[in-house]
């Protein structure tokens, strides 16, 4: 399966604990992005990678929350200190770009975040 | 304002009918626009991308109107399978992506 990778697919977790997602991309895409999404609502940006390069982050990515891209590959997603709120399914994708145009993303299926 | 809003919906027709959806954006500047499909808890997938020219992929129609902002997905002779949230996709040079709250069809037998 050449597509986009992410695990675990579901986690449940209890207030306080802090969880680490990964995203494994397309091999030849250069951007990865992470997205939160809830029910009812579109995907909201949370942040996004060219090669190793963390180049935007939202508003809406609070300091409990990082994000790494070590090698330019697989990325990680980490909320330390979770709180109920933080309950969403967590979409990655990833993106060739050219000259700074994005192209279309293809997404992951997701982490399910449940946090009780 | 948000910077993309699309129809609230929920739309509800029956197989065979002609649907459309909208959607209006906020940023002059965006320069890519995407329409994107997604089935209840599954990821979103790439419907067609929206060029200035208006495309077609056989029932599916994308117009784009720079001067007033706005993107336009047609679907005809709907089918049972077209059930899904449509979600509308704009981003700029260097941008991120910014997606839309997405509007629900569902095609009735």
């Known amino acids: 399966d050449t597509g986009v990778s992410q695990n675990p697919r579901h986690k449940i977790t209890k207030r306080g604990q802090n969880v680490t997602f990964r995203c494994d991309p397309i091999?030849?895409?250069?951007?990865l992005y992470w997205y939160r999404q809830t029910l009812g609502q579109g995907p909201e940006f949370l942040t996004y990678f060219q090669n190793e390069a963390q180049l935007e982050k939202s508003r809406l990515l609070s300091d409990r929350f990082s994000a790494e891209r070590p090698k330019g590959s697989f990325s990680t997603l980490e909320i330390q200190r979770t709180e109920q709120g933080d309950s969403a399914m967590y979409l990655c994708?990833?993106?060739?770009?050219?000259?700074?145009?994005?192209?279309?993303?293809?997404f992951g299926p997701g982490t399910r975040l449940t946090v009780t | 304002r948000k910077e993309v809003e699309q129809d609230p919906g929920p739309f509800n027709v029956p197989e065979g009918a002609t649907v459309a959806f909208n959607c209006t954006y906020s940023n002059s500047a965006s320069q890519s626009f995407f329409w994107y499909r997604q089935d209840c808890r599954k990821e979103p997938k790439l419907l067609m991308s929206v060029y200035s020219s208006g495309n077609e992929d056989g029932r599916f129609t994308a117009q784009l109107n720079r001067a007033s902002q706005y993107i336009s997905l047609l679907i005809r002779d709907s089918k049972l399978s077209d059930s899904a949230t449509y979600l509308c996709v704009v981003t700029s040079y260097g941008q991120n992506f910014v997606f839309g709250p997405g509007t629900r069809l569902s095609v009735l037998p």
């Open positions: 994708a990833s993106s060739l770009s050219g000259q700074g145009v994005p192209y279309e993303q293809y």
């Open positions: 091999s030849e895409h250069n951007r």
